[in-house]
């Protein structure tokens, strides 16, 4: 059998992906947010999944993917899961049940996502964990949704009070605290900051500036494509009690989200980039004079 089992070595250091290209055109004015020209019909989406350690939760993950409901949409579908150093066999698992499978050995939610969305071949991308927590079975919705608003980036938002059994009252109270943060910090209209479902334009991903190898890069990304003028928008989802082991460390895991707020926002106000819009491959940076 041939194995469709892929290495990566990216990482948020790697310059060619997490980091915008200056050119000629830095000067020129930005555009007002909402003034991007209505983007052609998506033909591909790729869905990236990281995993570390999700064996047993992998067969549910995949088969929660509706992939004759998105075919019936004129979609063609990727599907692939990044172990992220797994030790129980969950890429092997994945590679089976047809996933593409891309191995990154350095741990890490941001790392897994670097090499994900390097491999992405689709012209839409998709997330979502490998814990059976986000309803991939939703994504035609979701897609719809994106495509109705005109948006580049569709986050979601999971601290609705109908699911409130699916997280821990500790966790819906860091969440809370952390969104509140993001907006102040960032003005984005993001309710939701660490929702890890997001649904974007492939093209939105190579003009953002990503440096968190780790869980900060769930808002890192929304900030980031939010200050850089992409038509940002979120919805509500469902979600779901985890299967498995819960990796999240609350406290350790929010004060380094804390901290990456911060710096990211002083990197921001030190240098902020934004994104003339003049159509689906013609999106330039704009530096803010």
């Avoid at 948020?12 to 052609?40: H, I, W, Y």
């Avoid at 191995?103 to 059976?132: K, L, N």
């Amino acid at each position: 059998m041939t194995s469709n089992i892929e290495r990566s070595s990216s990482s948020p250091s790697d310059d060619t992906l997490s980091r915008p290209a200056a050119g000629p055109c830095c000067r020129l004015r930005v555009a007002s947010r909402g003034a991007c020209a209505e983007r052609p019909r998506p033909r591909k989406l790729s869905i990236v999944i990281p995993a570390l350690n999700e064996r047993v939760n992998m067969p549910r993950v995949l088969a929660t993917i509706p992939r004759s409901g998105l075919a019936s949409l004129g979609y063609e579908i990727e599907v692939i899961v990044v172990d992220n150093a797994s030790t129980d066999g969950t890429g092997e698992v994945a590679a089976a049940l047809g996933a593409r499978v891309i191995r990154q050995p350095r741990r890490g939610y941001g790392h897994a996502y670097h090499s994900g969305f390097a491999a992405a071949t689709g012209d839409v991308i998709a997330t979502g964990d490998a814990d059976c927590t986000y309803p991939f079975d939703h994504l035609p919705g979701l897609l719809g949704t994106m495509a109705d608003r005109q948006l580049d980036f569709l986050s979601t938002n999971r601290l609705g009070h109908e699911n409130r059994e699916a997280m821990k009252p500790s966790h819906r109270i860091g969440n809370r605290v952390l969104t509140l943060i993001s907006r102040l910090f960032f003005r984005s209209p993001f309710r939701d900051s660490q929702s890890g479902m997001w649904v974007f334009r492939r093209h939105v991903w190579h003009h953002l500036d990503i440096r968190s190898g780790g869980m900060p890069f769930s808002q890192e990304i929304k900030n980031d494509a939010y200050v850089r003028g992409f038509r940002c928008g979120e919805t509500p989802i469902e979600y779901r009690i985890r299967g498995g082991e819960v990796k999240l460390h609350a406290v350790r895991d929010g004060l380094r989200n804390l901290s990456q707020l911060a710096v990211h926002r002083a990197r921001t106000v030190r240098g902020p980039a934004n994104v003339l819009c003049t159509g689906e491959a013609g999106c330039v940076l704009a530096m803010a004079d």
